[in-house]
């Protein structure tokens, strides 16, 4: 079955550092996501993107945050300047259409901002 | 009110059991509805999806009423390997593609 895989696993960065995490979604699919979950906490979404644009995002996506599709297999999100609180778990999903249909997710992403 | 609501947990069954869980959620024009589980820091898995008939997958049933606004999943003949959190999740209308979850509610089946 094909899936979504997330590099690195797990990333260890100082605060104030830029990271780059990394995603290939399923290959037929045309809707990808990235959403975070801070330990012990819900899975919350962060931003939407297709056609190489964001489509939606919600009010954790600032400025700090971007997402790019560098070429037709990776789909990226970066944070700048991270802080303490972006540590997180961050999973990267994917779908081939939108309105309802489920997503499918990567194993994730342990971002540990010391 | 949080936007999904779920019964922590945990729910502690033995092996063979049934068990049910309940979510409930505030937009009531929220127009698609799944059952996620989650390991232990593990990506979410999508269970099944929840339609207004209610549906049915092997030992797993939901149900959804849009009346009260509430989502249930039961779970049949329960199996230790069915220990997990289980994720009730929504997308609320105009919300295009963002899936919305609830924080889980933990299930611990034990032999």
Not at chain 2, 37 to 48: A, N, S, Y
Not at chain 2, 82 to 95: H, M, N, Q, W
Request: aromatic share 12%; hydrophobic share 35%; charged share 20%.
């Amino acid at each position: 079955e094909p899936e979504v895989t997330q590099t690195p696993s797990h990333q260890v960065t100082q605060m104030g550092q830029e990271v780059i995490l990394r995603c290939v979604p399923i290959s037929n699919h045309l809707y990808f996501y990235w959403y975070r979950q801070i330990l012990g906490q819900k899975v919350e979404f962060l931003v939407s993107f297709y056609n190489n644009e964001i489509s939606e995002k919600s009010e954790i996506f600032d400025d700090q945050f971007s997402v790019e599709r560098p070429d037709g297999s990776n789909f990226t999100l970066k944070i700048r300047s991270t802080k303490l609180e972006d540590s997180a778990m961050y999973f990267c999903a994917s779908s081939f259409i939108t309105g309802g249909e489920p997503q499918h997710f990567g194993d994730g992403t342990r971002l540990s901002i010391l | 009110r949080k936007e999904v609501e779920q019964d922590p947990g945990p729910f502690n069954v033995p092996e063979g059991a049934t068990v049910a869980f309940n979510c409930t959620y505030s937009n009531s024009a929220s127009q698609s509805f799944f059952w996620y589980r989650q390991d232990c820091r593990k990506e979410p898995k999508l269970l099944m999806s929840v339609y207004s008939s209610g549906n049915e997958d092997g030992r797993f049933t939901a149900q959804l009423n849009r009346a009260s606004q509430y989502i249930s999943l039961l779970i049949r003949d329960s199996k230790l390997s069915d220990s997990a959190t289980y994720l009730c999740v929504v997308i609320p209308l105009g919300a295009g593609n963002m899936l919305t979850f609830g924080g889980g509610t933990r299930l611990m089946v034990k032999p």
